[in-house]
């Protein structure tokens, strides 16, 4: 893929793109739809575009597997430690209603935290399973 | 190729219905990821099946045991979009009346998933991180190199 100019510009100019609407569903999936499932999967099709145009070596020096290692953990973590936060400020497992001042503002807290912890779990998750994919050789 | 042809005609199908963050997710899932993943399968192992030596009969029998067991589980259910089945008598109209009070969301989709359905988005993440896991432990995760390594350039790096 080296001497694919057109590739590499077209792939360059997409990708903001692709991640910035990544993070749009992300964020926005308590009014529009999307969430943290479709957010962290469109992540990392932006990674997937970038590893075939750009080849696997330079893709694994932006997303290198120690740290897409410990973000597949991390995510699962948040959405746990969320539940955990609850119990501790005196509610239910995963109750979101006392996280902040009135039960309303809590649950729009605790989703939008979950929803980040799922999205990156998921994008970490397919990024290494892409990658463990394409680094195989025959 | 066909699966994710299929998987966008489903997705199709799910904005047609109005569930518009099931078309998302089959969209972007179904037909982007899977398909991504089942042609990387396929690059890694070879495209023609292996001849069995044996008749699978038991692994026959199970599944068509499990299938008769799942077919007979849906026989009294109640019919699709029956107004009167339980779901609709019960929890549809408590989330849909009381939701804009109790969580404020304009998205009773993410509502129901994330806060009424909590624990079930957690074993569904739980889910994915198992198989991420699992795909880690199987083909390596190219953490350690393989020893004796068939090429030096391959893949260096800290990875």
Request: contains cysteine; proline residues 5%.
């Amino acid at each position: 893929m080296r001497h694919h100019h057109v590739l590499h510009v077209i792939a360059k100019l997409l990708l903001p793109f692709v991640l910035l609407f990544a993070l749009y569903v992300q964020f926005h999936g308590d009014f529009g739809p999307g969430g943290g499932f479709q957010a962290g999967v469109i992540f990392a099709a932006g990674f997937i575009l970038y590893t075939i145009v750009f080849g696997l070596e330079n893709a694994r020096k932006v997303a290198p597997m120690p740290a897409v290692r410990v973000l597949v953990a991390a995510g699962l973590l948040l959405y746990a430690g969320t539940g955990v936060a609850g119990v501790l400020l005196g509610g239910h497992y995963l109750n979101y209603s006392v996280l902040a001042g009135t039960p309303v503002a809590g649950q729009h807290l605790g989703i939008m935290v979950i929803e980040f912890g799922v999205g990156v779990t998921v994008a970490a998750v397919m990024i290494t399973i892409f990658f463990c994919f394409a680094g195989r050789e025959k | 190729m066909l699966s994710g042809i299929y998987s966008l005609f489903a997705a199709a199908i799910f904005v047609e219905l109005d569930a518009v963050d099931v078309a998302f997710t089959e969209a972007s899932v179904g037909a982007g990821i899977s398909t991504m993943l089942m042609l990387g399968t396929l690059a890694l192992t070879t495209r023609l099946e292996k001849i069995p030596t044996y008749m699978p009969i038991l692994p026959l029998l199970v599944v068509v045991a499990t299938g008769a067991a799942l077919i007979y589980g849906t026989l009294d259910m109640p019919r699709f979009g029956d107004p009167n089945a339980p779901i609709h008598q019960h929890v549809v109209p408590r989330y849909i009346e009381d939701m804009p009070k109790e969580i404020g969301v304009p998205n009773v989709v993410t509502a129901v998933l994330a806060s009424y359905r909590g624990y079930d988005t957690l074993g569904e993440v739980t889910v994915i991180f198992t198989a991420g896991i699992g795909v880690l432990v199987l083909l390596g995760g190219g953490r350690r190199e393989r020893p004796g390594g068939r090429r030096a350039g391959g893949r260096g790096g800290p990875s």
